[in-house]
């Protein structure tokens, strides 16, 4: 079976600039994930679906960070604008189901902001 | 709220040596315990998981991690380090239908 897809894998912009990740999961996976690696640190969850609907983003800056999964399949993570500290690797992850449910990484995309 | 402290950022072991990698968690509800494992420019991997079942839990590549309540930890282990097993790797927490906790990491080097 297919894995988790993301894309691009490196992206360099401006501080300021807008930039867009997309991520397709596995088929049929209900859940999705984005989490934000920072250099030297482990992942960190941004928000996570269920579907189409959000269930947890806590941690999303949204005052400049913003995801959608409208149709319950792919998902696209935007920041607008960014910032130097948003210099990180962007991780997408998809399960069956919520919750202990081992979880499918895609390779990331690698975002350098300068 | 969850945590999880991995002791080391980086262990270096010998081709063939036992590996030990720490973690420790804190939790206030029975966790759900994960290692990952991340090989560059990859993505994280699942190597096992600990979820109230048996407390040695098996994994891939011949990994293997104990669940220790009274010692709230949950370390990593391989009888033999191979080459192959150079990588970063994340120890993390969870409840259910909780979101996962990840630790910082422990960069894996392997000495030939």
């Known amino acids: 079976e297919a894995g988790v897809a993301q894309s691009p894998r490196y992206k360099i912009i401006e501080k300021r600039q807008s930039v867009a990740f997309w991520c397709n999961p596995i088929?049929?996976?209900?859940?999705l994930y984005w989490y934000q690696q920072i250099l030297g640190q482990g992942p960190k969850l941004l928000i996570q679906?269920?579907?189409?609907?959000?269930?947890?983003d806590s941690q999303l800056p949204k005052d400049r960070f913003s995801a959608e999964r409208l149709k319950g399949v792919d998902s696209t993570l935007k920041i607008q604008p960014a910032k130097l500290e948003d210099s990180a690797v962007y991780l997408c992850?998809?399960?069956?189901?919520?919750?202990?449910?081992?979880?499918?990484f895609g390779p990331g995309t690698r975002l350098l902001v300068l | 709220a969850q945590s999880v402290t991995q002791l080391g950022s980086h262990v270096s072991v010998s081709e063939g040596a036992l590996v030990l990698l720490r973690c420790n968690y804190s939790?206030?509800?029975?966790?759900?315990l994960f290692w990952y494992v991340q090989y560059p420019n990859q993505g994280l991997q699942l190597l096992l998981k600990?979820?109230?079942?048996?407390?040695l839990v098996k994994g891939i590549n011949g990994f293997e991690a104990e669940f220790k309540k009274s010692e709230t930890s949950f370390h990593l282990t391989k009888p033999s380090a191979h080459m192959s097993d150079a990588a970063e790797y994340f120890c993390?927490?969870?409840?259910?239908?909780?979101?996962?906790?990840f630790g910082k990491g422990t960069r894996l080097h392997i000495l030939p």
């Open positions: 992850a998809s399960s069956p189901f919520r919750g202990t449910e081992t979880q499918y």
């Open positions: 088929s049929g996976h209900a859940t």
């Open positions: 679906f269920q579907n189409n609907g959000v269930v947890d």
């Open positions: 939790s206030s509800v029975p966790p759900y």
């Open positions: 600990y979820t109230s079942a048996a407390t």
């Open positions: 993390a927490v969870s409840s259910r239908d909780d979101k996962i906790i």
